[in-house]
């Protein structure tokens, strides 16, 4: 279900109509009974046979998470076997849905046949945040193993924790040790709860539909031209930038929509965005960009991997892996490879220059602003490949931004450039908070910007468009 | 219900949830007087102005959101696949030709002649593939089958197509229903309030303000707001260029072969547009064997760039029936 939808909103409003009734602290069997049941339902919405899916991959982790249990720590072996049957289930279920099309094309280059002669792709929808809920899943039994978190005795709790709708299409990614513990808490919602709640989910139809939305129409229709032979560079840089607003808007505003209902409902879910296009290193644009997949990655795959341990050469060689592997999990193409390995170099170069901390040369005034831009000049080349359907295509685009030529701008891409407004307003009002010169908004002041912005969706929303990271 | 952590002294600032109110409550109303009071401002085309033609007419497009592949393809409304069935000549297109084929003039000519027609075209630059992939599934035999050949044998699906084909009969209903809900939504909120956005155009997109489409289920046909005058000439073309490649003349083969398998007699036309041409539709003619029945009369105009105004689209309509009239009997 998307959350932009009036089938949403009916589904919300029954399911928060429970919440002010028969879950008045959240911990009623009646209410966790609707959560679970309108988790699933929200899930079939797409296409009602995935729930099997769904089932499979908690079903598997939660048997896999008791036996871990049962299975003494000195039985290294057999621990080793029940985990690998918990990742291989879901990282199966994700190469099946998601990567078997793109090996088959990748077989074909390497071997020189024609991708167009190689028989159709399978044909089958992907399961929507298949993504996100195997990630999601996965560290749960991970942190079994690691004998981190005690397994839950009940499958429906574990199954509310892999399927609890606000955060079950796109995230955040909860790991069980923020979300099980939640559940048994009572929490009655209180007049501050509920505009808190109503804040975030404001906020993020806000950046959807009149940001997100809006911009998508510009860079939907003027993408491939940017590509063009005769595309100046003003214009293409412009539509760089259009993009990076419209995928922070979308993706951050997703995530806003999720924190609020989760918390309406009685489930505090973590921050997933914090200004990102304020980052001042790679690495700081990581701890503000999707921010529970890099740690999920930096946890579950950075760390183990020996992450900063074993050497220079080790750690940089880490970086790589995991950034790249974090562009594939993006999507099954070649440009998200690319995303990845242009992050995974730029953070590999960064640590190399020892500007990933706030010490030593990095702490000069003018090393920061010029690495400020740099960092910020390379996110938006990585978000080039991002959005581009060919190499060639970023290609053509990025040759000519770098042309330096024509540097002219019309009328209409001006008033779309209106649309990132928002965002560079926003982005200020973070720097401004982050350096205590202003404090947070104010509860009044919400108020008179939410009325604002929910008359900005009234009147400007653009459409509807499913949320890009749901093909995720 | 709502509990609140302690009760509110005097002197403190008003509760947000009042505040949001009056702000918006005020935003609104200022909204909505302007628009009801402002000269001109309620010129343009708004959802409120519009309505469905008749009882025939389902939803097909609003608001960004496309249906009409769902509702044919999966066959969601019976009796406009009833209607399909009997049609015994189909006709083939992109948005242009939905555009241009005009059902008061389209039906007088076939009606004449005792034949049923069925306007199976389809916008987002659609071609060949989804429409035939219709005529497959739902085993349509029609007698002729009329094909505007600008962009249309070209062997490809559209994205929306694409997510048609790949989708299942619920989610075909369920996009449906979620169209259908959100343009009674809209119909309703803005009699107060208008979306500027759909008021005025997009700012750089001169011709592409949102439309709202509807196709009748008796004979396919599309009728859209906004459809206004035309304010771009469309000239003449040649009908001999460009010239065909392989996959394009790979997909008419295979088209013809399919069509001529049902029994169905293909008809070549071009819908004049002022955009670049995209198939040379004399060619095909020439390639295929069969007839081609163009005009172009004088004075056809777009409203948008692309397609024909509705008197040119009559006009068209016009012109098109007395040369059909020469192959049809």
């Not at chain 2, 009071?37 to 309505?51: A, D, F, K, T, Y």
Request: proline residues 5%; neutral net charge.
């Amino acid at each position: 279900m998307n959350f932009v939808s009036w089938a949403f909103a009916a589904f919300f409003t029954i399911v928060f109509a429970a919440r002010l009734t028969i879950g008045r602290r959240k911990i009623e069997p009646a209410f966790v009974l609707v959560l679970i049941v309108s988790s699933a339902l929200f899930y079939a919405w797409h296409i009602p046979a995935y729930i099997g899916i769904l089932l499979l991959s908690a079903g598997i982790d939660y048997w896999a998470a008791l036996w871990l249990e049962r299975v003494p720590q000195s039985a290294v072996g057999r621990r080793r076997w029940i985990l690998t049957i918990s990742l291989g289930t879901n990282l199966g279920l994700l190469a099946f849905f998601k990567y078997s099309g793109f090996f088959m094309r990748v077989l074909a280059d390497l071997t020189g046949e024609d991708a167009a002669a190689l028989p159709p792709e399978l044909g089958i929808a992907l399961p929507m945040g298949i993504s996100f809920y195997t990630f999601q899943s996965m560290s749960y039994t991970i942190d079994v193993y690691r004998g981190q978190l005690k397994a839950l005795r009940g499958f429906w709790p574990f199954f509310l924790f892999i399927s609890f709708f606000p955060q079950l299409v796109a995230g955040p990614i909860v790991r069980a040790v923020e979300f099980l513990p939640q559940m048994p808490r009572r929490r009655r919602l209180r007049a501050c709860v509920f505009y808190e709640g109503a804040w975030l989910i404001v906020s993020g139809f806000f950046l959807k539909m009149v940001c997100a939305d809006n911009l998508a129409v510009y860079v939907d229709e003027f993408w491939s031209r940017g590509a063009a032979e005769d595309a100046g560079s003003g214009f293409a840089l412009w539509l760089a930038l259009m993009f990076s607003g419209q995928i922070f808007a979308d993706f951050a505003g997703y995530s806003n929509i999720a924190r609020g209902t989760a918390y309406l409902l009685g489930y505090r879910l973590p921050l997933n965005f914090n200004a990102p296009y304020l980052a001042a290193s790679f690495k700081n644009f990581w701890e503000r960009w999707h921010m529970t997949l890099s740690r999920w990655l930096r946890d579950y795959l950075y760390v183990p991997l020996g992450g900063n341990r074993h050497g220079r050469v080790r750690t940089y060689v880490n970086l790589m892996i995991v950034m790249l592997l974090g562009g594939l999990w993006h999507g099954a193409a070649y440009t998200f490879i690319v995303w990845g390995a242009i992050h995974g170099a730029a953070l590999a170069v960064e640590r190399l220059l020892h500007l990933h901390r706030d010490d030593g040369w990095g702490q000069q005034l003018a090393v920061r602003v010029g690495w400020y831009a740099v960092v910020q000049s390379v996110v938006l080349v990585a978000w080039v490949y991002f959005r581009s359907q060919s190499m060639e295509e970023a290609g053509l685009i990025l040759g000519n931004i770098a042309a330096l030529q024509d540097w002219s701008i019309g009328p209409r891409e001006t008033v779309g450039a209106l649309f990132l407004l928002p965002i560079a307003l926003h982005h200020a009002y973070v720097w401004v908070e982050e350096r205590r010169l202003l404090g947070p908004v104010a509860p009044p002041t919400r108020a008179v910007l939410a009325a604002g912005m929910v008359y900005a969706i009234v009147t400007l929303y653009a459409g509807t468009a499913d949320f890009i990271y749901f093909q995720f | 219900m709502l509990t609140t952590s302690r009760t509110p002294a005097r002197g403190e600032p008003v509760s947000p949830g009042l505040l949001f109110g009056c702000v918006f409550g005020l935003l609104l109303a200022v909204t909505a007087g302007l628009w009801t009071m402002w000269p001109g401002l309620g010129h343009s085309m708004n959802i409120r102005q519009v309505e469905p033609p008749s009882d025939d007419h389902y939803l097909a497009y609003d608001g960004g959101g496309n249906i009409e592949h769902q509702v044919l393809y999966f066959g969601l409304d019976g009796e406009a696949i009833a209607h399909l069935r009997r049609a015994d000549v189909l006709l083939l297109g992109n948005s242009r030709l939905m555009f241009a084929a005009r059902p008061g003039v389209l039906g007088r000519f076939f009606e004449s002649r005792g034949l049923r027609y069925y306007a199976l075209g389809f916008g987002f630059r659609e071609a060949d593939r989804f429409p035939l992939a219709i005529i497959e599934k739902f085993d349509l035999r029609p007698r002729y089958v009329v094909v505007n050949a600008d962009g249309f044998f070209s062997d490809s699906l559209s994205d929306a197509a694409t997510a048609t084909v790949s989708d299942s009969h619920f989610g075909a209903w369920r996009k449906r229903w979620e169209a259908e809900a959100s343009h009674a939504v809209r119909r309703v909120l803005h009699q107060t309030v208008p979306n500027w956005i759909d008021l005025f155009g997009r700012a750089g997109f001169l011709w592409r303000r949102e439309v709202i489409g509807y196709r009748s289920r008796s004979n396919g046909t599309w009728e859209v707001y906004p459809w206004e005058p035309a304010s771009l000439a469309v000239e003449g073309r040649d009908m001999h260029l460009p010239p065909l490649n392989i996959r394009e003349t790979e997909s008419a083969l295979r088209f013809h072969a399919a069509m001529a398998a049902r029994g169905a007699e293909l008809v070549l036309t071009f819908v004049p547009t002022p955009k670049p041409m995209a198939g040379g539709p004399a060619l095909f003619a020439e390639l295929l064997g069969v007839p081609l029945v163009t005009s172009h009369p004088f004075g056809l105009g777009s409203h948008d760039g692309d397609h024909l105004d509705h008197n040119s689209a009559v006009v068209w309509s016009e012109s098109l029936v007395r040369e059909l009239g020469r192959v049809i009997q």
